[in-house]
């Protein structure tokens, strides 16, 4: 009789790397520089595989040296950093630029053209590509993973027209998410708010989240229910242990943009004396 045969996971004690074919010429007497970037604040752990993918290209920076004793640099700006801002606005990506100015780094590398920037009016990619230009930085973008091998790793060097032109354009679609898919989904999490419903925003003490995805709904916690509060008699509507009703449970949205600063002002739920509970609901901003 046959023996059963049992499945073991095994973790591959390296990452593997997905650039096949000539690996490009870069000046092997500068360092190289990767920079990495997750505009999501606690996408470090929630989207862990990207910025591991991303560290991985520290390996190919080695590789790029060939013989020569490799110079590669790490600047790294974490989770919740939008390309949208300014590169001085960027304590990372200012530092690489500075050491661009200087002439330290020769090269940068990128998961993606858009880790640098999100830049709609395209004057911090201006900035960029003419110092790059200037000082002759290449921008690489490998391939990452077994799924994109036919791809071609991309090379811009900014002193070829063609190449300025083709970055540009990236730059271009970079923005363009923002303005067609981000902006998308805020809106439809906005009509969400706007029905009552949950849209994932933080909730004050005492109120709950019940329901799955569209069908979700904002009520008061069942321990609160017999506080000095009151509690539910019918949607919307509440009353405290004597049974007259107290108020109603209303949502109104409040906007308030950035102040000069960069400070974002935003004013929570809380629970008034009249029973009113005004959720309000920053503005959502676009995400780099």
């Given at each position: 009789?046959?023996?059963?045969?049992?499945?073991?996971?095994?973790?591959?004690?390296?990452?593997?790397?997905?650039?096949?074919?000539?690996?490009?010429?870069?000046?092997?007497?500068?360092?190289?520089?990767?920079?990495?970037?997750?505009?999501?604040?606690?996408?470090?752990?929630?989207?862990?595989?990207?910025r591991e993918t991303q560290l991985g290209l520290q390996n190919y920076g080695?590789?790029?040296?060939?013989?020569?004793?490799?110079?590669?640099?790490?600047?790294?700006?974490?989770?919740?950093?939008?390309?949208?801002?300014?590169?001085?606005?960027?304590?990372?990506?200012?530092?690489?630029?500075?050491?661009?100015?200087?002439?330290?780094?020769?090269?940068?590398?990128?998961?993606?053209?858009?880790?640098?920037?999100?830049?709609?009016?395209?004057?911090?990619?201006?900035?960029?590509?003419?110092?790059?230009?200037?000082?002759?930085?290449?921008?690489?973008?490998?391939?990452?993973?077994?799924?994109?091998?036919?791809?071609?790793?991309?090379?811009?060097?900014?002193?070829?027209?063609?190449?300025?032109?083709?970055?540009?354009?990236?730059?271009?679609?970079?923005?363009?998410?923002?303005?067609?898919?981000?902006?998308?989904?805020?809106?439809?999490?906005?009509?969400?708010?706007?029905?009552?419903?949950?849209?994932?925003?933080?909730?004050?003490?005492?109120?709950?989240?019940?329901?799955?995805?569209?069908?979700?709904?904002?009520?008061?916690?069942?321990?609160?229910?017999?506080?000095?509060?009151?509690?539910?008699?019918?949607?919307?509507?509440?009353?405290?242990?004597?049974?007259?009703?107290?108020?109603?449970?209303?949502?109104?949205?409040?906007?308030?943009?950035?102040?000069?600063?960069?400070?974002?002002?935003?004013?929570?739920?809380?629970?008034?004396?009249?029973?009113?509970?005004?959720?309000?609901?920053?503005?959502p901003y676009g995400t780099g």
């Open positions: 009789m046959a023996q059963s045969r049992s499945f073991k996971l095994r973790q591959a004690d390296n990452r593997p790397n997905y650039y096949d074919g000539a690996l490009p010429e870069i000046d092997r007497k500068r360092a190289t520089a990767v920079l990495v970037r997750q505009s999501k604040t606690g996408a470090d752990t929630a989207q862990a595989e990207s080695r590789l790029l040296y060939r013989d020569d004793e490799p110079d590669v640099r790490l600047y790294d700006e974490g989770a919740g950093v939008s390309g949208q801002k300014r590169i001085d606005e960027r304590e990372v990506l200012d530092r690489l630029y500075k050491d661009m100015h200087k002439g330290i780094v020769g090269t940068v590398i990128l998961s993606r053209e858009d880790r640098l920037f999100r830049n709609k009016h395209m004057d911090q990619v201006g900035a960029f590509t003419k110092l790059a230009e200037e000082k002759r930085i290449k921008v690489i973008v490998p391939p990452i993973s077994s799924a994109s091998t036919e791809e071609r790793t991309r090379v811009y060097d900014f002193t070829n027209h063609r190449d300025l032109v083709a970055f540009q354009d990236k730059m271009r679609e970079a923005y363009g998410y923002i303005e067609g898919h981000v902006k998308y989904m805020h809106l439809c999490q906005q009509n969400k708010a706007d029905k009552g419903g949950y849209d994932g925003r933080a909730l004050p003490p005492g109120l709950a989240v019940k329901g799955k995805k569209q069908d979700q709904e904002i009520v008061i916690y069942e321990p609160c229910a017999n506080s000095p509060y009151g509690r539910r008699r019918s949607p919307g509507i509440w009353e405290n242990s004597t049974g007259k009703s107290q108020g109603r449970l209303s949502f109104s949205l409040k906007y308030q943009r950035k102040t000069k600063n960069g400070i974002c002002s935003r004013q929570r739920c809380a629970l008034y004396p009249a029973w009113d509970i005004n959720l309000s609901i920053p503005k």
